[in-house]
């Protein structure tokens, strides 16, 4: 497609619950990244994809989550046993990495609006 | 660690004014400086970006220069339109310290023009 697209575009779960968000780079975007991005807040960095390799995972706030990108494209974001203060939008952003000369630009997706009950 | 810092909002400016949004930032390397932009029901876009000191990014009639000396990239347009209603977020990235181009970002301001 044109742009970075995500699903759900909103979650609604139940506390304890698994959630999985799913994300579609620009085709040929080499590097994908995650953000969740709380109420009133800025988008915070989650983890960092170059192709399939998760290079960077510093930003996952617990064990409890989990992303992978098995092929180098599609990518998902799971959250197991949601919690409360889990309760976001979940930003994914896509970019050509070096091949774009690390210009820096990212394209952000919509987002998936999460609510943990 | 690095850090944005931004001035908060909600900013309400009727048509046609003057704007400026603050940014300064914290960073241990040299970073690379970026405003995005949230219009309504839409995803973050880039509005404009600077590299290195002294450079200047425009886009749309929106300016902001990377300040080394005062470790600022203010954001500023002459005239403002309602089309301009939008979150504005400031941010960096520190491609040589992280070895990635992901993005450390301030909270955001609102802005809400009146016609």
């Known amino acids: 497609g044109a742009g970075v697209s995500q699903s759900p575009r909103y979650k609604v779960a139940k506390r304890g619950q698994d959630v999985a968000l799913r994300c579609d780079p620009i085709s040929g975007h080499v590097s994908l990244f995650w953000y969740q991005q709380a109420l009133g807040q800025g988008p915070e960095f989650l983890t960092y994809?170059?192709?399939?390799?998760?290079?960077?995972k510093s930003g996952l706030p617990s064990d409890r989550f989990f992303a992978e990108r098995p092929e180098g494209s599609v990518s998902t974001l799971k959250i197991q046993r949601t919690q409360q203060e889990d309760s976001a939008v979940y930003l994914c952003?896509?970019?050509?990495?070096?091949?774009?000369?690390?210009?820096?630009?990212?394209?952000f997706g919509e987002g998936s609006r999460l609510t943990v009950l | 660690g690095n850090s944005v810092t931004q001035m908060e909002g909600p900013v309400t400016l009727s048509e046609e004014a003057f704007l400026t949004i603050n940014c300064t930032y914290t960073a241990t390397g040299y970073p690379s400086l970026f405003w995005y932009v949230q219009y309504p029901g839409e995803g973050l876009q880039l509005l404009l970006k600077?590299?290195?000191?002294?450079d200047k990014g425009s886009n749309k009639g929106f300016e902001a220069t990377y300040r080394k000396e005062t470790t600022s990239f203010h954001l500023e347009k002459g005239s403002v339109q309602v089309s301009d209603s939008a979150v504005y977020f400031c941010?960096?990235?520190?491609?040589?310290?992280?070895?990635?181009?992901?993005?450390?970002f301030g909270t955001g301001t609102r802005l809400t023009i009146i016609p």
């Open positions: 941010a960096l990235s520190d491609w040589a310290n992280f070895g990635n181009e992901k993005l450390t």
């Open positions: 600077a590299t290195k000191a002294d």
């Open positions: 994809f170059q192709n399939e390799a998760q290079l960077d």
């Open positions: 952003a896509s970019s050509l990495g070096v091949a774009g000369g690390r210009t820096g630009e990212l394209f």
